[in-house]
Every structure is written in C-alpha cells, then in structure tokens.
C-alpha cells in the first residue's frame, strides 16, 4: 500500500481508501460479506475508512465500528460528514453548531469511538453563516473529538471564504476537500479546485473514482443486473442517463487496448489515472467483495508515463463535466 499526507497535514492515508457508501446501507449487502471487505482492507493496509451519518441513517457508521473495533485505533484514520437531514425535525439537519454539536455525538456512539479523524461538512448549508460552522468545527478540534475537518462537493469559493474566514480568526483550518473525480467528471477538478486546494495545503479525498462502475467495463454491453445504475438513488439515475449513451461507452471500451498492453485492468488503469494527482491524497472505492479490493489496491503501484496519459485523454477530452 501506498501512503500519502492528507494535504499539508502530518498524518498519513492510504491512497487507496473504503467508503461506506452505497454498499454499507442497510439490506444492500449481506452482514458478513461487509466484514469480510473490511477486514480485508486493513489486512491489505488500508487505514483510512470514510463514512457519514447519511449513509443508511447511521447503519454503515454501526457496521464499520463494530469491525474497526478489533483494530488498535491509532493504526485507523475514520472520518465521517455531517449535514444530511437525520429526521423530519427541521434542526436535525444542516450544518448549524446545534445539529453539529449533536450529531459528532451520536456518530461517535455508533462508531463506538472517541474521536474520528476527520469530519467532514458534507454539503454547503446555504442557511447556515460559514462563521458558524467554521467556528463549531474549530470547537470540536478544541474538544479532541474532531482531529481534522474538512468539506464535501463544496464549491471552490466556498472553500476560499471558509479558509479565508478561519485564517482571520486563527481557528483550525479545512485541511481536506472530497469532490467526486474520475476520467469523466475532472474538468471543474483539475482547473479549478486543485489550483485552490494546493496553494492552501488542502488534500482531496475523492469519491467515485471509477464512476460507479462505468470505467470498469462493466456496462460495455448494456445494463447489468447487478449494476450500481440499476440502483433506486437519485445520484445513480443521474450519472446513468449522463452515461449511458454510444458515445461514453466507446470511449471507455477504448480504454481496454491501453490497460492490456500494460497488463492492467480499466479499474487499474482508471484509479492509477486519479492518483496521477499530486492534489489527491486518496481514492475512495467501495468494493462489494475482497477480491476486487485487492485488485483496487494494486493500483497504488502503477506510474503511468507522459505518453499513456496523452493517450487516455485523446479518448476522453470533450468527455468531461465541469460539474
């Protein structure tokens, strides 16, 4: 496994990481195929395991701390995010200090744990003054609950006034961006948040990183039953009805003959394309078996040369999203 400082931070993740969406909500996958993914990630040196309160309303954050459990917990990096509405009571939700402050505490319990590693704003809140999330997380790092914390899919401006707002009152800093970035979704990544991150010592977390899937050539020949498309979320029949089409499937058929002459996988080849990224402190995958995970792993090994690289993006410009 390959390490990598979490943007100018001391501490070290895995550049290859498990998230604990999708697969880790409840009824999705079965109990012990769960464990057996996680184990299997540690044994292979995974230390950085990213979750949310969201993600099955708590339930991936349960299972993942009755796994981790068994672990020395300084050998863990967990994170976890805030924001997503938890119940219908209109303070549950957000990123005010109240719904903050509550749920680190119940994220904790269900974890099992003292403290998580990073915390993550995961969204903007529009009603919420940056002054006051900012000041909440900087109170949470004070508490030693929080190490670190950071924001997910947060525009690059308001990366830049949250930074700019806790230089001046010398609070801690957001030390970690979580955009989604792979092959087909980099533009807005690679041109405008990565020159905001990296001049501030900002790491990026990304999250789909073989855009559920798609990369892997798993839906070169349609839609399979098993496909994450063929999920009832919101986010999946987004990305399917964007994808899905003659055109992106060429492309990333196109992508075979490369991975072959290399003696790689697309999802090889595709991750290795993401950790290309000097910006990018790890790739956050969320395999349903071990056998892939390893394949993932095995990624952090690959150096693609100049003229691979000029290769894949003669296949992909014009194909990317400024989302």
């Not at 979490?6 to 409840?26: D, F, H, P, R």
């Not at 969204?123 to 997380?137: F, V």
């Not at 087909?184 to 977390?205: F, M, Q, W």
Request: aromatic share 10%.
């Amino acid at each position: 496994m390959q390490y990598r400082y979490l943007g100018n931070t001391g501490i070290q993740i895995s550049a290859v990481s498990i998230g604990g969406w999708i697969n880790y909500m409840e009824g999705v996958t079965d109990p012990e195929v769960e464990r057996g993914v996680i184990e299997s990630a540690y044994e292979q040196g995974v230390n950085f395991f990213d979750l949310a309160d969201g993600y099955g309303n708590g339930y991936a954050e349960t299972v993942f701390g009755e796994v981790l459990k068994q672990y020395p917990r300084h050998t863990l990096v967990v994170s976890t995010k805030v924001w997503v509405p938890m119940s219908d009571d209109v303070n549950d939700r957000g990123l005010s200090r109240k719904h903050i402050f509550e749920s680190i505490d119940k994220s904790l319990a269900r974890l099992g744990m003292d403290y998580v590693d990073i915390y993550f704003c995961h969204r903007p809140d529009e009603h919420t003054p940056l002054l006051e999330t900012a000041r909440a997380m900087n109170d949470l790092i004070t508490q030693g609950k929080v190490m670190y914390w950071g924001t997910s899919q947060w525009p690059e401006t308001k990366v830049v006034e949250v930074y700019d707002i806790c230089m001046r009152h010398g609070w801690n800093l957001p030390m970690v961006e979580q955009p989604v970035y792979n092959l087909l979704i980099r533009d807005r990544i690679e041109n405008r948040l990565l020159p905001v991150t990296e001049s501030r010592g900002i790491g990026l977390v990304v999250w789909s990183p073989l855009a559920s899937g798609f990369l892997t050539g798993k839906y070169d020949n349609g839609m399979p039953d098993d496909g994450r498309f063929s999920m009832d979320i919101d986010y999946m029949s987004a990305v399917q009805s964007q994808w899905m089409n003659d055109k992106s499937v060429e492309r990333v058929k196109a992508l075979k003959p490369i991975a072959d002459k290399l003696g790689l996988t697309r999802a090889q080849l595709s991750l290795a394309w993401v950790l290309r990224q000097s910006g990018v402190s790890s790739a956050i995958t969320s395999a349903r078996n071990p056998n892939h995970l390893e394949e993932n792993i095995k990624a952090t090994e690959i150096i693609l040369t100049d003229d691979i690289l000029a290769q894949i993006d003669e296949i992909f410009v014009g194909d990317s999203h400024s989302r």
